[in-house]
């Protein structure tokens, strides 16, 4: 079986200097500024021609042995870089080094064509009433509705179905097999395969038998947004479903109907958030946080994995447990609920049961 590299870097590399200047480094004393490096690695794996950084101690000791030609490394751990490897020092390696990995594989910052095309391929089937930008790529098997629009530079993958009247910017990858219906995207938004926007949302009253209540919404994705694989946005039922500018979603979380979350939000794989709930701006939840509804999540609040938060959440708190909580009042609970069970291990004469 042959091996395939499938990013491979661009062509000329960048010099020391380019590195040192997207860094924000200075270049040690004797560093050749025109050296040219090929590709970035990992600080095990890298050679002399490549890239790597390092910013956590306990890589401390690959840090000594790596044979990579330049290392992006914070003050406190450049004494341990080997002479071979140039040490360049920044108070941020890992944000300096996805920067410079971007410039070195431009191809892996977003999905293109999985068919190699430019345009509409054969095999797809974009309805005359829809309006696409010149440039736009749609791969074989996808459905683009009528009244769908779509801007310059978009790639939509293969078997997607983009529903009718939907709206893309420009700029965007939609990936293979997903559906959007009932939604709008802003510019550059990054939706990977398989997620689901603009479904009906979850909506019951509740009966003798079960009456289904319309979801008439939208979902409105704003510019900048990344959603991940096998995600699923329900559309409002009352008013639009809303994703802000620049927040990213990881695979697999589930955002119900009317929810609005802010800007540059993280939400990790596994995550589940009720209707009718609002994250401020900056909001993080850890993996399988699960948020129950109608809730407020403040501004730049964080939620530790697998919490369960059942009330509203102070901006700029960190909070976590079942259910979630201040950190420090969780912190003493385990505590002393981990006294308690070593306690509960002993009998009254005060030996070991």
Same mark, same amino acid.
């Given at each position: 079986?042959?091996?395939?590299?499938?990013?491979?870097?661009?062509?000329?590399?960048?010099?020391?200097?380019?590195?040192?200047?997207?860094?924000?480094?200075?270049?040690?004393?004797?560093?050749?500024?025109?050296?040219?490096?090929?590709?970035?690695?990992?600080?095990?794996?890298?050679?002399?021609?490549?890239?790597?950084?390092?910013?956590?101690?306990?890589?401390?000791?690959?840090?000594?042995?790596?044979?990579?030609?330049?290392?992006?490394?914070?003050?406190?751990?450049?004494?341990?870089?080997?002479?071979?490897?140039?040490?360049?020092?920044?108070?941020?390696?890992?944000?300096?080094?996805?920067?410079?990995? +971007?410039?070195?594989?431009?191809?892996?910052?977003?999905?293109?064509?999985?068919?190699?095309?430019?345009?509409?391929?054969?095999?797809?089937?974009?309805?005359?009433?829809?309006?696409?930008?010149?440039?736009?790529?749609?791969?074989?098997?996808?459905?683009?509705?009528?009244?769908?629009?779509?801007?310059?530079? $978009?790639?939509?993958?293969?078997?997607?179905?983009?529903?009718?009247?939907?709206?893309?910017?420009?700029?965007?990858?939609?990936?293979?097999?997903?559906?959007?219906?009932?939604?709008?995207?802003?510019?550059?938004?990054?939706?990977?395969?398989?997620?689901?926007?603009?479904?009906?949302?979850?909506?019951?009253?509740?009966?003798?038998?079960?009456?289904?209540?319309?979801?008439?919404?939208?979902?409105?994705?704003?510019?900048?947004?990344?959603? +991940?694989?096998?995600?699923?946005?329900?559309?409002?039922?009352?008013?639009?479903?809303?994703?802000?500018?620049?927040?990213?979603?990881?695979?697999?979380?589930?955002?119900?109907?009317?929810?609005?979350?802010?800007?540059?939000?993280?939400?990790?794989?596994?995550?589940?958030?009720?209707?009718?709930?609002?994250?401020?701006?900056?909001?993080?939840?850890?993996?399988?946080?699960?948020?129950?509804?109608?809730?407020?999540?403040?501004?730049?609040?964080?939620?530790?994995?697998?919490?369960?938060?059942?009330?509203?959440?102070?901006?700029?708190?960190?909070? +976590?447990?079942?259910?979630?909580?201040?950190?420090?009042?969780?912190?003493?609970?385990? $505590?002393?609920?981990?006294?308690?069970?070593?306690?509960?291990?002993?009998?009254?004469?005060?030996?070991?049961?």
């Amino acid at each position: 079986m042959s091996d395939p590299i499938f990013f491979t870097a661009a062509a000329d590399g960048l010099t020391l200097a380019e590195i040192a200047a997207a860094a924000g480094a200075s270049l040690p004393d004797g560093a050749d500024p025109e050296r040219r490096f090929s590709g970035a690695a990992s600080l095990e794996s890298a050679g002399p021609e490549q890239l790597a950084y390092m910013d956590n101690a306990r890589y401390g000791d690959a840090l000594a042995a790596t044979r990579a030609g330049v290392c992006l490394v914070s003050p406190r751990f450049a004494a341990r870089c080997p002479a071979t490897t140039v040490a360049l020092v920044s108070r941020d390696p890992y944000r300096a080094y996805a920067a410079l990995l +971007g410039r070195l594989h431009p191809d892996a910052l977003r999905p293109g064509s999985q068919f190699a095309v430019r345009g509409v391929a054969s095999g797809a089937h974009v309805h005359p009433e829809a309006r696409l930008e010149d440039g736009v790529t749609v791969d074989p098997g996808a459905v683009v509705g009528p009244g769908a629009e779509i801007g310059a530079g $978009t790639v939509i993958g293969p078997n997607a179905v983009i529903g009718p009247g939907v709206r893309i910017g420009r700029d965007c990858a939609i990936g293979a097999g997903t559906t959007l219906s009932h939604a709008l995207l802003g510019n550059r938004v990054i939706i990977h395969p398989g997620a689901r926007l603009g479904q009906d949302g979850f909506g019951f009253a509740m009966g003798a038998s079960h009456l289904k209540v319309p979801q008439v919404g939208r979902v409105i994705v704003q510019d900048d947004v990344e959603i +991940g694989a096998n995600t699923t946005i329900d559309r409002g039922a009352s008013r639009d479903t809303v994703i802000g500018e620049g927040t990213k979603i990881d695979n697999l979380v589930q955002i119900a109907h009317n929810v609005v979350i802010g800007r540059h939000c993280v939400i990790v794989s596994g995550v589940g958030i009720s209707g009718s709930t609002t994250l401020e701006d900056y909001v993080v939840l850890g993996g399988q946080v699960g948020v129950v509804g109608h809730l407020r999540i403040g501004r730049g609040a964080q939620i530790a994995g697998s919490s369960n938060v059942n009330r509203d959440v102070p901006p700029g708190s960190r909070w +976590g447990g079942t259910p979630a909580k201040p950190v420090r009042a969780w912190f003493r609970e385990l $505590t002393t609920l981990a006294r308690l069970a070593e306690r509960g291990g002993k009998d009254l004469s005060g030996e070991d049961t």
